[in-house]
């Protein structure tokens, strides 16, 4: 049975460029839409040098060679001038594509080959992985833009038509970005892009997923998707009636990485729509975030499941005022309950954490929370978004689940949904399924369940079908033990796998263990066997660590985990 959306909302045949600005040459507001955090006084970028900078680049593009259709790869942490980036390279019709900037150059070299990209911008910091693996992909050194180095501050930058040249010279052929800014400027004033004949068929981006189960996948996404994403957020932040009044002290930190799907969506088009100001940090650091949080009196949070956790767990997260903060959303990994209620206590001014849902191949959110619904504290992921619909269907396929609480895989569909996986037929049809009457259904490899069966039910997910560990035929969701086991006050952080001992699969769990603990493994295996069914227990055992690895949009690799649970006691 599906689940239709509350909400039906227009969606504007427009690039996302036109969507955020309005044009290209009507008069902007100069309110600030992102600020360096370190020197939020000289270092920031106004909405009206926002769209003026991205036309900088794009001119640069374009006189570089950029084709419309070409692909423009970044690979880079965040820094104010990255959604400008993004924004040119889409105003010169080229299609955007970021990396995780922890890339090694293999994994580069492979995004690069994969997406096909025939420009670079790179980190200065990360230039020796970016520049051989140009190398190994066969781009040009001259395609390669270095970002960092010696940039002016922005209002400087984009005041000038020199910009300095920066590192060029130390990077062997290499160029530093801000050359492609040279001489453009009273140009771009007057420059108006050129809007995309069929923005619901012209990419404006190859978002690559998270690699969580694989090698990370090329999501194809339209200008109309990008569009109709952020119109539904904005959507559903208007349903409260305070909102407009909220907005004039609205202010955010970006630590999200603006190459995935989560940050850049929000940060890079929904924020600055919004004319909200966003402070971008340059890497993540959770006392420095608290830092900000106090000083900019920042009013709204959207995390990742390891920075709630961090809220709850960190000591330093008590000896900041967090009373700014209204409004705290998670998503991209499962967030236990009780780890949000722990934050929601601290924070005096806030409702409770409003988890969403979503996934690259649905360009970001599909599930949210009503702002006035008073049920958010349900653990649940919200309800659909406007325009969009799901089912839950049997793991095999074939039949649709019917029965409000009963688990199946989530299939989604609606305008933000990908055209299909960059170069990758044979997975795009394994992944897209289309309806008798053309609908394209997205098999999310989720599992779910529903609370009511009618347009705006609730949804809550239990874990990826993947990741489920199988006990003896029943299905064990490693997301539920590891939010039971940070409910442990000796646990700082817990991830759980399954490992093949004398054939059969077992819960194993990895622990950060509080540094004031005495509790030894044994002591957590024990407080676990009083809290689940028997075939739930770590009867793969339990085993310290001094860090989970994560991603950097907040996800466990747990496939790292399993690959060492093998080697220490697997068959
Ligand atoms: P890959 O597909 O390359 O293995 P990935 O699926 O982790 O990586 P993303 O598109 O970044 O890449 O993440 C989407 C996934 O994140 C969803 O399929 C879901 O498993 C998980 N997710 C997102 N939001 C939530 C949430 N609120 N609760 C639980 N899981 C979530
Ligand atoms: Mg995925």
């Known amino acids: 049975m599906v689940i239709n ?59 570089a060679g950029l084709k419309t259709g070409e692909r423009v790869l970044i690979f880079s942490g965040n820094n104010i001038f990255f959604p400008s980036i993004f ?43 970016g520049l051989e693996a140009a190398k190994e992909a066969g781009l040009p050194r001259d395609r390669v833009f270095i970002l960092g180095g010696n940039t002016p501050v922005a209002p400087e930058l984009i005041a000038s038509t020199n910009p300095s040249p920066g590192v060029q010279g130390k990077a062997e052929g290499a160029r530093h970005w801000t050359e492609l800014l040279v001489g453009n400027r009273s140009q771009a004033e007057k420059w108006s892009w050129q809007e995309p004949a069929d923005p619901e068929n012209t990419l404006c981006c190859l978002n690559y997923s998270s690699g969580t189960t694989g090698v990370p996948k090329g999501v194809m996404i339209t200008h109309y998707s990008y569009v109709a994403n952020s119109v539904g957020v904005v959507y559903i932040n208007n349903l409260d009636p305070q909102f407009q009044e909220k907005q004039k002290r609205a202010r955010m930190v970006c630590f999200l990485p603006l190459y995935h799907a989560y940050g850049q969506t929000y940060f890079v088009a929904t924020m600055p729509y919004l004319r909200t100001p966003v402070y971008i940090m340059q890497g993540f650091d959770f006392v420095k975030l608290l830092t900000y949080i106090q000083k900019f009196r920042i009013t709204t949070l ?59 191949e649905v360009t970001c959110t599909a599930m949210a929370w009503d702002p006035n619904s008073t049920e958010g504290s349900s653990g649940g992921v919200g309800e659909m978004n406007p325009n969009c619909k799901a089912k839950l269907m049997s793991l095999d396929g074939k039949t649709e689940i019917t029965k409000a609480g009963e688990r199946g895989e989530l299939w989604v569909s609606g305008p933000t949904l990908m ?92 622990i950060v263990r509080n540094p004031k603990s ?43 985990l399993r690959e060492r649970a093998a080697k220490e006691v697997g068959d």
Not at 22 to 39: C, Q, V
Not at 522 to 537: H, I, L, N, P
């Open 302 to 360: 959207a995390c990742v499941p390891p920075i709630v956790i961090a809220f709850a767990k960190h000591p330093a997260a008590k000896k900041f005022d967090l009373s700014s903060i209204e409004s705290i959303g998670s998503g991209a990994a499962p967030l236990g309950l009780e780890v949000a209620r722990e934050v929601e206590k601290m924070l005096p001014n806030a409702d409770y954490i409003r988890q969403g849902w979503g996934m690259t």
């Open 419 to 510: 055209r299909g996986y960059w170069n990758k037929p044979e997975q795009t049809a394994d992944t897209i399924v289309v309806d008798g009457d053309g609908t394209r259904w997205l098999k999310t490899g989720d599992i779910s369940y529903v609370e009511k069966y009618e347009p705006g039910g609730i949804f809550h997910i239990v874990d990826r079908s993947k990741e489920l560990i199988k006990v003896k035929g029943n299905q064990v969701a490693p997301a539920e033990l590891e939010a039971l086991l940070l409910e442990n006050p000796d646990v700082n952080d817990a991830a759980v796998v399954g490992v093949t001992i004398n054939g059969e699969e077992l819960p194993r769990a990895y």
């Open 518 to 560: 005495k509790a030894s493994e044994q002591d957590v295996a024990k407080w676990m066997e009083g809290k689940v069914t028997r075939y739930k227990r770590l009867k793969g055992g339990v085993v310290f660590v001094a860090e989970i690895p994560k991603n950097p949009s907040g996800k466990i690799l747990r496939k790292i």
């Open 5 to 63: 959306s509350r909400w039906t909302v227009d969606i504007p045949r427009s690039s996302l460029q036109k969507w955020i600005f309005g044009s290209a040459t009507e008069p902007l507001a100069d309110t600030k839409s992102f600020i360096d955090p370190e020197n939020p006084d000289s270092n920031y970028i106004t909405l009206s040098d926002y769209r003026l900078l991205s036309k900088r680049v794009a001119l640069g593009l374009q006189k």
């Open 87 to 129: 924004l040119g390279v889409l105003m010169a019709g080229g299609i955007f594509t970021g990396a995780n900037p922890t890339m090694v150059t293999r994994e580069l070299a492979y995004q690069l080959r994969d997406s096909g990209a025939s420009y670079m911008f790179v980190a200065e910091a990360a230039l020796k992985t």
